[in-house]
């Protein structure tokens, strides 16, 4: 069973793959309205708030989702995290000093789940804590609850349920049985909270999915923000992948479009947040209240 002290609190950052760091200074600076800062070590940091960068876009091959930092609620919770995910036969690489501090984190250890997604598991935050200024005067909600999201394609799912929800102690805040039509297939989306409280810092969707992630989320903080967001994509011509609405599971007001890395990033408002403790797991019966056109990622 979850113990009722996850040893995940949030997701910390994410680290995305690029061929085009142009192409993600760009879209960061205009459409999202983050920072953008050259790392020493060649890599682009996209700053959302006082932590020196959120997402981390590394130079590479290909243009994916690489890698999610986990962090770890506390010290104790970092070493039974490392000792479960070894119990539990998932291989566990003790990462570097240098990357450590590349990352800004106090320590870090490196697994792969059953699906293949990269995750690095971290404690603490040795970032300089330099004031964010948005270049379009964006607020992020971040702090505690972490970057926002990430969606993860999770096949084979059975296994993944079981690495978040018992060895890492995530909490179940909601079960989807996502069909998209009468005679298609029940797709599997879980949603997963740490003890930070956002209603989910992991979701496995039973999809399989190339660029290494269905989507992350950030939230910012005012729907003022979102709407201008979305003006914005349209302004800059960033294929829309869903159109505005409302989520039912988590009450995010919010809009969906691609990113420079072939994953989707959902820009939204008004997330729940939830009680770790007391929560009771909730079974969606529809993506949205209302909103959310998703057939206009196909067109």
Request: with cysteine; charged share 15%.
């Amino acid at each position: 069973m979850a113990s009722s002290s996850p040893k995940i609190s949030a997701l910390a950052y994410t680290v995305v793959e690029s061929t085009n760091l142009a192409a993600w200074r760009d879209y960061a600076t205009q459409v999202l309205g983050m920072a953008a800062i050259d790392a020493a070590d060649g890599s682009l940091w996209l700053k959302m708030d006082a932590r020196d960068f959120r997402i981390v876009v590394v130079p590479g091959a290909q243009d994916r989702y690489s890698a999610s930092g986990l962090l770890a609620a506390d010290a104790a919770a970092f070493d039974a995290a490392v000792a479960a995910l070894g119990a539990a036969g998932i291989a566990v690489e003790a990462g570097s000093k240098d990357l450590a501090a590349a990352r800004r984190v106090e320590r870090l250890a490196r697994f792969t789940d059953p699906a293949g997604n990269h995750h690095e598991l971290v404690l603490g935050d040795t970032s300089a804590q330099t004031p964010f200024v948005s270049p379009l005067g964006v607020t992020f909600k971040t702090g505690a609850y972490g970057v926002g999201h990430t969606v993860l394609p999770s096949l084979p799912f059975e296994p993944q349920l079981a690495l978040f929800k018992d060895v890492l102690g995530m909490g179940l805040s909601d079960v989807f049985n996502f069909q998209m039509g009468p005679d298609a297939p029940v797709i599997r989306i879980y949603f997963l909270h740490g003890a930070s409280g956002r209603h989910h810092s992991v979701a496995l969707a039973e999809m399989p999915n190339p660029a290494g992630c269905v989507h992350m989320m950030v939230e910012v903080a005012t729907l003022t923000e979102v709407g201008q967001a979305y003006d914005r994509m349209r302004a800059h011509g960033v294929k829309e992948m869903a159109t505005m609405g409302e989520h039912e599971n988590d009450k995010m007001t919010s809009f969906y479009m691609m990113t420079p890395g072939n994953f989707a990033i959902e820009y939204g408002y008004g997330g729940l947040i939830v009680d770790p403790p007391t929560w009771q797991t909730t079974y969606t019966q529809r993506v949205s209240i209302w909103g959310h056109d998703f057939s206009v990622g196909f067109r």
